[in-house]
């Protein structure tokens, strides 16, 4: 039974970082781009079920497709800065995950905070990727119905790309400041693991 619930507590992480960065997002993306024009009986059960595992199933495919293109948006210029001069090695991408993996091997319940607050961050790159695509789709004239969201014609659009792109520099802040700031705390004290994390900061 140990067995068990160790197995499930090692899988929760997993599933919450493939449901919040890859399914939400993609889920979002087929849901504007076909799915909402649709045209169904208020009685098609099924049809709505079937919907839902689309967008689950679509959505976490659509996901990964995603986090490859905000990967090329967000990380590539940040690893090329680190490579470029050393003074900014720090913004390496590929370096951060290295500081995450040395501290899961000091302190697996920080390495596991390190890692929510990293899924925040892909969730919002992915989701920025989602409305560009959104509005090149719907200038293209392939949405099924035109939202005022992707109207760059429309202050709204540009609010919401606004804070969309707020919250990607707030999250990636966030992430450097707190594997920093545990890298050199556990690096001093010599944390094991199994102790307690620091209260994450309000964010």
Known sequence: MSEFLENVSRSVP?????LLTRICPGAVFLYFAGLSGKQRSP??????????IMLVFGG?????????????????????LGRL???LGRLSPNQIWDQIDSIDIRS????????????EMTFCQNLFVVFLA??????????VHENTLFDLGKPVAWVVGSIILA??????????????ILT????????????????????
């Open 14 to 18: 997993v599933l919450f970082y493939d």
């Open 43 to 52: 009685t098609s059960g099924t049809m709505e079920a079937l919907d839902f």
């Open 60 to 80: 976490y495919i659509v996901g990964i497709l995603l986090t490859v293109i905000s990967s090329l948006m967000f990380d590539a210029p940040l690893e090329l």
């Open 85 to 87: 001069s050393t003074r």
């Open 108 to 119: 697996e319940r920080h390495a596991m905070l390190l890692v929510k607050v990293e899924a």
């Open 134 to 143: 959104l509005i090149a789709l719907q200038r293209a004239g392939y949405l």
């Open 167 to 180: 919250a990607v520099v707030h999250r990636t802040l966030i992430l450097f400041r707190r594997v920093r």
């Open 184 to 203: 050199r705390l556990l690096g001093s004290l010599g944390t094991g693991k199994g102790e307690s994390p620091p209260k994450e900061e309000r964010s």
